[in-house]
């Protein structure tokens, strides 16, 4: 990281609980590399993490222990490091490869576009070739048109140290939204075929390794659990999912745990077992009394992805703890940022506006800011003029939060980075189009923002008011960290934070924080445009009269959500009848576009 995202904070920390087979996990960090340069908290980059993994590889080898690093996918989309390059990831890709994974496998979004499956295969399993895993997942060869695994199914391997026999997976959920460029076949089927069947019945295996873009709580892993055990009711298994964004640890029994570790380049997720047998470099051989334990220990922590935490957790400093690699990669990210020009501003934010931080509707809401200000002052194709309309759009179109200050190109790509355009259906029924929202909010969980998930495990505070929760004091480094002096616990100095609870506990963040409130938002908005006005003097949506045919606009992701629930509605509207609105727009662009004009920076 660059000093001025030097480390922020100085909280009282958990240490890490190192064991026999050590895990660094990191899923879901949709082009944030560059880290978070307006939260401290989560400040270090990329070429940190590296350096923070080749810190602790020492410390591995020096104990005799083993330490694998895991990645499971969402690497691309959501930051301006990926998603401002043309073409998209032409930084990221080479950055990301940087570090040395020894087990990695695709998300949903490697696979949105043919475009990004193809860099998939292309570069990145070449750059991890041998760890890169697909078990479930085909694509069809760019070159040859033939259908092909986008890497190999499994592995089988030896930890360095330990001598432990490791069968690994790499599966993605059942997802379908994928580009008809590769082939994800569902978890259900593909625990039935030959190759897995035959590997689970493998004696020769001391840790089943399950790593997949897939939640925790989720029937694919409850089916991978159940077939593993079905075969080898007594080998532990260690899983490592992601895409719900959230921290999250299971128990499926006192031999299979599970790890989730956020999202956004937030978290760094530890794992630890001890009690392994070793198989391979037989420690029986070395020592005739060892015994691998009858139950052997699991053990998790979450680290906020910061320097503070990287320099306790190595027990190193400033200028000890970056290694040159690391150092390299963080200029080729400074360098990368400064091309895309991504802290170019566009204008200064007048207050925050949270995702899941504040209630809908509300002041600090940003899909109040989207539905009430950003659609009604750019939504407008000049072929329709002002005919009265509605936008429809999920809420998971927004991936992230505005902070107060100045908003950058970068922040226009972390607010929505998707190439997702707008269609319509001209001249719907408003009666008919009115009753669209309600339905769409019901139960359509595909739409939901992976934050909803994340809100979800959070206590229902629907009705709650937003909650103070002094952010100044996590954007703001202290004035002791930037003097650099030792710090004394004291609950009042604790910084608002993740505060975990899974099946662990409550112990499971490094860093002891207060905690925040989250609230739940809808799956979908609706924003209704120049309807006509009651009196001359009306000037909001609610002053006006119902017209009778509207246009109906929607971010074509929904769409086939939306023909569903016309359908539903008594409607018969068909692929057909939809047309592209604003040819070329985005919500990134209608987002800039707003700002440049509505925020000014004294
Ligand atoms: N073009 C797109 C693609 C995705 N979304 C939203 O993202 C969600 C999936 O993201 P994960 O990081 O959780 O895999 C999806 O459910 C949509 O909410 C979108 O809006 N537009
Ligand atoms: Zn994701
Ligand atoms: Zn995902």
Redesign the pocket.
Known sequence: AQPSASPPLSAPLRDLPWGQLNFLHTT?T?GWHAGHLQEPSFSADWGDYISFAERLHEKADDEGVDLLLVDTG?RI?GNGLYDASDPKGKYTLEIFGEQDIDVICS???EL?KANSSNNEYDETVPNFLGNYLASNLDIFDPKTGEQRPLAQRYKKFTTKNQGIRILAFGFLYDFTGNANNTVVKKVEDTIKDKWFQQAIRDRDVDLFLVIGHIQLRSQEFARIYRAIREQQWDVPIQFLGG???IRDYAKYDSKAYALESGRYMETIGFMSITGLSTGGKSNEAADPDFKPSASPSFSRRYIDNNLFSFYHHTSLNESTFPTEHGRNVSSMISSARKKLQLDKTYGCAPRDYWTNRAPYPSKHSIFSWLGDEVLPGTVCDPKRGDKPRMVLT?T??I?FDIFKGPFTVDNSYTVSP?T?GFRYIKDVPFSVAKRLLQILNQEVP?????SKSFASKMPAQPNQAHTSHGLEHVYQPSEQMRLGKAHTYDEKDLTPGYTTTDDGGSDGDDTIHVPITFFRVPSCLESRIDFPPTSASATHSSDSVEPVLIDLIY?D?IQSYVLLALKFLGTDYQDGDTEVYMQGRDMTSLIAEWVQGHWDCE
Do not use: C, I, M
């Open positions: 879901d949709h969402d989309e998300g949903n979004h949105y895409h719900t964004h999920n998971g179109a991936r998707f997702s595909q739409l939901w923002p992976a971010v992701f």
